[in-house]
């Protein structure tokens, strides 16, 4: 089945810089990589997802970059605000989602005032 | 809010015990998922519903169950309760029954389980 990575697990930046967050596949027919952001006390939100036949995406602040050939794909947060501070979570979709959604491990964001 | 509820949210029972968490998709879902959270094994796909059939399985345990009714509510029965059961679960929803290609997956609040 499928395996998620993610790195890294802490990422700890000043308000204001940009944040970067990598996470590697396993299974080359993965087709749908969503990322999530957790909250305290709160359930994983949708911020941004990508298709394998898309190779970046943008969204106001946030970006995602795939890069299939090398199966990883990337966060990316501009301009970083207090309210960024969260756990982020990539995941990958494969076998057309029979397998449900593979989460990574997560990455804990915080922004330093 | 995502439009997703789930009851309750904090459980603590014995082990040995059975519980059983309630799901309530948005409104138009046709699609539940179950995801198990924890601090060793992150978030893990247990279950999807589509319409009130099962449609896939993920690594959830025999000793655990679930359903989705015909007004398309989903339980998940948790039995036989072991300490490592304790975890957050979470139900999700979505318009469809495919896990990628775009289908937004919504998730709930979650429901704490403490197993003493």
């Known amino acids: 089945g499928e395996n998620v990575e993610q790195h890294p697990s802490t990422l700890s930046v000043q308000e204001g810089d940009s944040a970067v967050i990598k996470c590697t596949y396993s299974?080359?027919?993965?087709?749908?990589f969503p990322w999530y952001k957790q909250e305290l006390g709160k359930g994983p939100q949708l911020i941004i997802d990508?298709?394998?036949?898309?190779g970046e995406k943008k969204d106001q602040r946030i970006a995602v970059t795939l890069n299939k050939t090398a199966k990883h794909f990337s966060l990316h947060i501009t301009e970083t605000q207090p309210e960024d501070s969260a756990v982020y979570f990539c995941a990958a979709s494969s076998r057309g989602g029979a397998d449900g959604l593979t989460f990574g491990k997560g990455t804990h964001l915080i922004i330093q005032p | 809010d995502s439009g997703v509820t789930q009851t309750p949210k904090h459980l603590i029972t014995a082990t040995g015990q059975r519980v059983t968490l309630r799901c309530s998709p948005r409104s138009g879902d046709l699609s539940v998922y179950w995801y198990q959270q924890s601090l060793d094994q992150g978030l893990q796909f247990l279950i999807q519903?589509?319409?009130?059939?099962?449609?896939a399985k993920g690594n959830i345990l025999e000793r655990f169950s679930a359903q989705q009714f015909p007004d398309l509510h989903s339980e998940l029965n948790l039995s036989s309760l072991e300490l490592g059961d304790s975890a957050l679960y979470f139900c999700?929803?979505?318009?469809?029954?495919?896990?990628?290609?775009?289908?937004?997956?919504?998730f709930g609040e979650g429901s704490w389980l403490t197993v003493v």
């Open positions: 519903y589509y319409n009130g059939e099962e449609r």
């Open positions: 990508i298709r394998s036949n898309v």
């Open positions: 299974d080359s027919a993965s087709n749908y």
């Open positions: 999700a929803s979505s318009l469809w029954a495919g896990q990628g290609l775009g289908n937004t997956i919504y």
